[in-house]
């Protein structure tokens, strides 16, 4: 299983952006996906999971309200877009796919960098 994040980059507090994270899977359109980050000095953690079809979506706490997680199962695809975005968002940015257990995950793809500047 491969993953491949992007869509990162450096955006100011009160900015947008969108990641994307095309997966190679042939179980994709029935595995849940998810997004976590690493912040700097930090360990990961939890930031967004989709069910197989995008209906049932989790969400941490402190993205919620702001992030919103989908996917395309036709383009093999989950994005997580983001608004309003803060400076505590800044992180490397993983997706992961096939979730074994609560905010548990199987396959983890490359990283991409999120940087919010104040």
């Known amino acids: 299983v491969q993953l491949q994040a992007s869509g990162g980059g450096l955006v100011q507090a009160g900015d947008s952006l969108k990641l994307s994270c095309a997966a190679s899977?042939?179980?994709?359109?029935?595995?849940?996906m998810g997004w976590f980050r690493r912040p700097p000095g930090k360990d990961r953690e939890f930031v967004a999971a989709?069910?197989?079809?995008?209906?049932?979506?989790d969400y941490a706490d402190s993205v919620k309200d702001r992030f919103t997680i989908s996917r395309d199962n036709a383009k093999k695809t989950v994005y997580l877009e983001m608004n309003s975005l803060k400076p505590e968002d800044t992180a490397v940015y993983y997706c992961?796919?096939?979730?074994?257990?609560?905010?548990?995950?199987?396959?983890w793809g490359q990283g991409t960098q999120v940087t919010v500047s104040s």
């Open positions: 992961a796919e096939q979730r074994i257990g609560i905010r548990m995950f199987k396959y």
């Open positions: 989709a069910g197989w079809s995008g209906g049932s979506t």
């Open positions: 899977s042939r179980t994709f359109s029935t595995d849940t």
